[in-house]
């Protein structure tokens, strides 16, 4: 168990409305991800964190974006929510010194 | 251009029989693989992996095997359970711009009938 959270768990909302998803890690890891899976496309990365402050694009990343102001807390924002972004989505944390990545429970978003 | 591949959508075995589990990828810059195993309405768990300098990691009943020539991977569990149905991630590991990244397959979802 890598200590990560996210809420909320479930969330529906409307098209055009803003989202933040929070994953909280409570072991001071320096790297932290999300994802999103979709049927058909496995899991794919939207951005990621180096440290405080020090966020990246990944490969799904427009309509997205993040922030991460203290260690344990990483948040995805979807600025206004469209269908296309219905989708579970994944926090994930890397441990320092390893290749791999533990994962949080997960949110289920569904933007009608 | 999808880098990781798992062209097996769906697999079904019969319990105590052996499961393999195949993984293609494209770039020669991964330097580690990883098998990841997710079950409905959880987040996909780490299994097992392997470095791009070995060819064999075994665990228990899940070994993975690489062959860096063909760009292939594949995981055996032997012998099946049924609580090994779950759905199978292969993910691959790249470092870039000081980061590391993983990439992933789109899985196969793995049924082990009693």
């Known amino acids: 168990d890598a200590g990560i959270t996210q809420s909320p768990r479930h969330k529906v909302t409307e098209t055009g409305t803003p989202v933040t998803l929070r994953c909280h890690q409570t072991e001071n890891h320096r790297y932290m991800y999300w994802y999103r899976q979709d049927p058909g496309h496995g899991l794919r990365l939207i951005h990621y964190?180096?440290?405080?402050?020090?966020?990246d694009k990944g490969e799904v990343s427009d309509g997205y974006s993040v922030s991460r102001s203290k260690t344990e807390d990483f948040l995805l924002t979807l600025e206004s929510a469209t269908s296309s972004q219905t989708s579970v989505y994944f926090c994930?944390?890397?441990?320092?010194?390893?290749?791999?990545?533990?994962f949080g429970p997960g949110t289920r978003l569904t933007v009608l | 251009d999808q880098q990781v591949k798992q062209n097996s959508p769906s697999l079904s075995v019969q319990e105590g029989r052996i499961s393999i589990l195949n993984c293609d990828y494209t770039?020669?810059?991964?330097?580690?693989f990883l098998w990841y195993k997710k079950y409905p309405a959880e987040g996909p768990t780490f299994l097992i992996s392997i470095s791009s300098i070995k060819d064999k990691n075994e665990d228990g009943r899940f070994t993975v095997f690489l062959n860096k020539s063909a760009k292939h991977l594949s995981l055996h569990i032997v012998p099946s359970q049924p609580g090994d149905s779950a759905v199978y991630f292969c993910?691959?590991?790249?470092?870039?711009?000081?980061?590391?990244?993983?990439?992933f397959g789109k899985g196969t979802k793995l049924t082990v009938n009693p």
């Open positions: 994930a944390i890397q441990t320092s010194g390893s290749n791999e990545q533990f």
């Open positions: 770039n020669s810059m991964f330097d580690y």
């Open positions: 993910a691959a590991s790249i470092t870039q711009g000081g980061s590391e990244k993983l990439v």
């Open positions: 964190s180096y440290g405080v402050k020090d966020t």
